[in-house]
């Protein structure tokens, strides 16, 4: 019968004098700080590996990789889909009845925006390359601005004659609208 043996655990020498650090393994535990360059566009979940900065092998033998695992915090305001992000930003029923220029916020700063007179609570506009950078690649995913009109709820005087004053210039029929086959499909998806 054949077996390896309980002494030596197959190495065939024995040290009979230890080192009192390793306890004659040839390694020791102990903890260092590796800099990591994380690259621009990563996504929750993906592992960077970096080879030979792992757990020290065995007897001499060559060390492991270290695996790291990142997790991306979510931002305040946007919301990251794929490389494209998304936001809501409010406006005034006049910014959007009149049009308007205001600023949006980007990962690199102010960007300026052209609101389009008659713009609908809802209306999504796009800035091209104001997204999240394509991971090893070339180029930036686009971000995507949903325009909701706000309603005043409290009006002075002045501004209520006013309303009313273009309430009555301008009549909209209070029907129910046909719905569209894009409501029909988010329907079924909701």
Do not use: W
């Amino acid at each position: 019968m054949a077996r390896t043996c309980p002494t030596c655990q197959g190495m065939g020498s024995v040290i009979t004098d230890p080192c009192t650090k390793c306890k004659g393994e040839g390694r020791v535990v102990r903890q260092r700080t590796v800099d990591a360059k994380v690259p621009a566009g990563v996504e929750d979940g993906t592992r960077i590996r970096f080879s030979g900065l792992g757990e020290a092998g065995v007897h001499g033998g060559p060390s492991g990789d270290l695996y790291v695992v990142l997790h991306v915090k979510e931002h305040p305001f946007f919301e990251r889909e794929g490389n494209d992000l998304r936001c809501v930003i409010p406006v005034s029923f006049t910014q959007a009845a009149l049009g308007a220029e205001i600023q949006v916020p980007t990962l690199e700063g102010e960007q300026s925006l052209k609101i389009p007179e008659g713009t609908q609570s809802g209306t999504t506009l796009r800035i091209r390359s104001k997204g999240v950078p394509v991971l090893n690649g070339h180029g930036k995913g686009d971000l995507f601005v949903e325009i909701r009109v706000q309603t005043p709820s409290k009006l002075n005087k002045r501004q209520r004659e006013l309303l009313q004053e273009l309430e009555a210039t301008t009549r909209v029929d209070n029907k129910p609208q046909r719905r569209t086959l894009m409501g029909k499909v988010r329907d079924i998806f909701s």
